[in-house]
């Protein structure tokens, strides 16, 4: 019989990618459109959509690796706290444990024995997914979600800087938009797939939000950024 698939253990790594490619998509494609607008060159395009990226990429990867690391300390120290409970009043730990069997439908007798047999196999562990919610697979881990967050960031803004080289300057900002929502589609549709969620659900939400990102930046652009020309 074939096991189920589950899709829980690429929490970590999934929602940084996801942040990553599309925050890469609309952060360099609002730049590029916000400096096209204000220039009749490519080199200016160019540049701040390279400068977008490799900025971008590098503050993702950072703010991730720091974000997910507090989250790892938080834990720790949690596990650690736990660990002295369960050292100078076990009993005590037990009942709590007993107590959490119960809540999810236990009767008392038979949520005591469960929690003397796993209390007996590995007691810190029991508690730490009953009584704290972690577990291997949602344990954080910080260089994974850093390198997925900065890699997925390159591999989203790489296209808008692509169409920076390419797209005729005149219709800059109108190739940027376009390019911009059906790469926000592929990867929403990409997430989605790897997530086991809904496609068409999942690209219209990013579809919807992408442009009022980019409208919203490029409008400020345009109001508070003077044209060169």
Sequence with gaps: MELEKHYTNRTGWLRAAVLGANDGIISTTSLVIGIAAASDTRS????AALAGLVAGSLSMA?????????????????LAR?????????EVELKELAKIYVAQGLDKDLAMQVAVQLTR?????????????INEI????????????????ISGGIL????????????????????AIVFLALSGAIA?????????????R??????????VTALAGYIFGARTD
């Design 44 to 47: 200016p395009i160019v540049l």
């Design 62 to 78: 950072a703010g991730e690796y720091v974000s997910v690391s507090s989250q790892a300390d938080i834990e720790k120290a949690d």
């Design 82 to 90: 736990e660990k002295i409970e369960l050292q100078t009043m076990p």
């Design 121 to 133: 196999k590995d007691a810190l562990a029991a508690h730490a997914r009953e009584e704290l919610g």
């Design 138 to 153: 949602t344990q954080p881990k910080p260089l994974q979600a850093a390198f997925a967050s900065g890699a997925s960031f």
């Design 160 to 179: 808008p800087f692509l169409v920076a080289f390419f797209a005729p300057i005149k219709s800059m900002v109108f190739y940027q938009y376009g390019f």
């Design 192 to 204: 989605a797939k790897a997530g086991g969620s809904n496609v068409i659900k999942a690209v219209i």
């Design 206 to 215: 990013i579809c919807f939000w992408g442009t009022v990102a980019m409208v």
